[in-house]
């Protein structure tokens, strides 16, 4: 096993407003693909956090009347942190580019950048949108229409943008257009889905400009080292937490064993960003450019993308009071195809729930425990001889395990859990099949009815551990009612690549029949 440190990033989210479930979305997905990566046996980082400067937060502030520093700090605090509770979200750091550990980060890189001639002063007159803080070449500026009429937007996100002139310092991005094609020649799996990386290229190639990186006429923002009449653009300040956070500038040793990041997962709409302008920057300060950028697509509600002036952004708490956090971050990694735009409604969610959660695998664990305590008086009995219906059994276990720990390393989610509901699918059938209810009447003294419920309960053992990165409280639950804890150890301690092998369960264990892992719920949807 290597000694290099997998490391995950989501972006830092923009603390404007209160998240929405894309928020949470991103940061499941994150979520899921370390905690998987924490059951190999791996040494895994998973970073979050918060973007606080720029000028929309400024204004935002102002606009309620409080500073920006109380601005950001109110929604860190009752909006943000409380997300990550609320779906459950095992990250190991939180960072905030109000933080002093990111403002000495900051400077140190842009202290490197200055030292190697990588920016000088200029003179920027443009367009900018505050909304997505961002400039926007004339190419890509229109005129507004419907609500917009009379406005300048941007043709990339549609929002408005202003025509600002103003001094600021520049990155030399004008000499990184060949030197990133190259790179993402030698490096093909560097920007995913394939979409994303084309859209990028075809970015690319229509020509770069140097950067502006610099702001002069406001000061919501971390200065510029060598000149505190700036402030640092805040989109490229904000790419900075990903080394800032781990020791860039402040603990070499640290920052050596954890970067280059393995994964940035990102929205789509901000590829561009981590694509280009953030792989120059690390070739500008001589540092290893993240192997891979992950662009998942939209969230769409109605067919449309969340958007709050469309009032249909949904609170990821809505959800999760209503069904459950595992049932939340199982219905986002199973029904959405992870780097593809995706439609979704509470109809889905319920649908799901009771058919997938309640019915499929619920119900599984319910029935085999309830068996166990009628048939065995709670006892995991022995089994007896194999059968060609009990290697069926076991030959799909461990052909979907190979496939969900395939899809993880895919990036893929969606196919991980296709993968293991194969087991939850297998697992039904064969008790159908096997009748052990009527195996009990007709043959009360052999060793077939063992051999049934044993298999059943090896199966679920498999389930609580392939499951245990998706939903943690059900698997947790699921392990303590087979007695597994006291037999092999704690439901995080148990191997991906051992999980198959069979029989791992010993026969005397208690085995108790859990609380519904998914109980039936009511909802206005059904």
Do not use: C
């Not at 058919?355 to 006892?379: C, Q």
């Amino acid at each position: 096993m290597s000694d290099q440190t997998f490391y995950v990033t989501t972006p830092i989210y923009y603390v404007n407003d209160a998240p929405h479930i894309g928020h949470g979305y991103t940061t499941v997905m994150g979520d899921i693909i370390t905690r998987w990566h924490r059951q190999r046996g791996e040494d895994v980082w998973y970073l979050t956090g918060t973007d606080e400067h720029g000028q929309k937060v400024l204004r935002k502030a102002e606009a309620n009347g409080v500073s920006p520093q109380e601005w950001v700090d109110r929604l860190v605090e009752e909006e943000w942190k409380p997300l990550l509770k609320t779906i459950d979200v095992a990250n190991d750091d939180f960072i905030r580019t109000t933080e002093q550990r990111h403002l000495e980060g900051s400077q140190a890189f842009w202290q490197d950048l200055h030292q190697r001639d990588a920016v000088y002063k200029g003179s920027f007159s443009g367009w900018y949108s505050v909304g997505s803080e961002e400039f926007v070449s004339d190419d890509d500026v229109a005129d507004g229409e419907g609500d917009d009429e009379g406005f300048k937007v941007s043709t990339l996100d549609g929002s408005r943008v202003e025509h600002m002139t103003e001094e600021n310092y520049f990155f030399r991005l004008s000499d990184y257009q060949q030197k990133l094609l190259d790179f993402y020649e030698a490096n093909p799996t560097f920007i995913q889905p394939e979409s994303a990386r084309n859209e990028v290229i075809s970015f690319v190639s229509r020509g770069l400009k140097d950067l502006s990186i610099s702001r002069s006429t406001f000061d919501w923002g971390i200065a510029v080292p060598w000149d505190d009449k700036h402030v640092m653009y805040v989109w490229v300040e904000a790419l900075l937490n990903y080394v800032t956070a781990i020791g860039y500038g402040s603990d070499p040793e640290r920052f050596e064993k954890i970067w280059p990041a393995n994964i940035h997962i990102v929205g789509k709409d901000i590829a561009r960003f981590h694509a280009v302008i953030w792989p120059a920057m690390l070739m500008a300060a001589g540092q290893p450019v993240p192997h891979q950028v992950f662009a998942h697509g939209w969230l769409l509600v109605g067919g449309q993308k969340m958007s709050k002036s469309k009032a249909n952004g949904i609170r990821p708490d809505e959800i999760v009071d209503t069904f459950g956090s595992d049932a939340y971050r199982y219905y986002f990694a199973r029904a959405l195809t992870f780097g593809s735009d995706g439609s979704i409604s509470w109809e889905d969610i319920s649908a799901r729930y009771h058919a997938e959660l309640a019915n499929g695998f619920g119900n599984l664990a319910s029935r085999v425990a309830a068996m166990i305590g009628k048939y065995f008086d709670g006892t995991l009995p022995a089994p007896g001889a194999r059968t060609d219906a009990e290697t069926v059994v076991i030959d799909t276990v461990a052909e979907a395990v190979r496939d969900a720990d395939a899809a993880i390393e895919a990036v893929a989610p969606q196919d991980a859990l296709t993968a293991i509901w194969r087991i939850v699918d297998g697992l039904n059938g064969y008790i159908t099949e096997q009748a052990p209810w009527k195996v009990a009447k007709e043959d009360p003294d052999g060793d077939r009815l063992a051999t049934i419920l044993h298999t059943t309960a090896e199966g679920l053992r498999v389930l609580a551990v392939l499951l245990n990165p998706v939903m943690p409280k059900a698997s947790a639950v699921l392990w303590d009612s087979l007695g597994a804890e006291a037999a092999l150890g704690a439901l995080a301690d148990q191997r991906i690549d051992a999980v198959a092998a069979w029989d791992q369960l010993p026969a005397g264990s208690t085995i108790t029949k859990p609380a519904s892992l998914f109980p039936r719920i009511e909802t206005a949807a059904g």
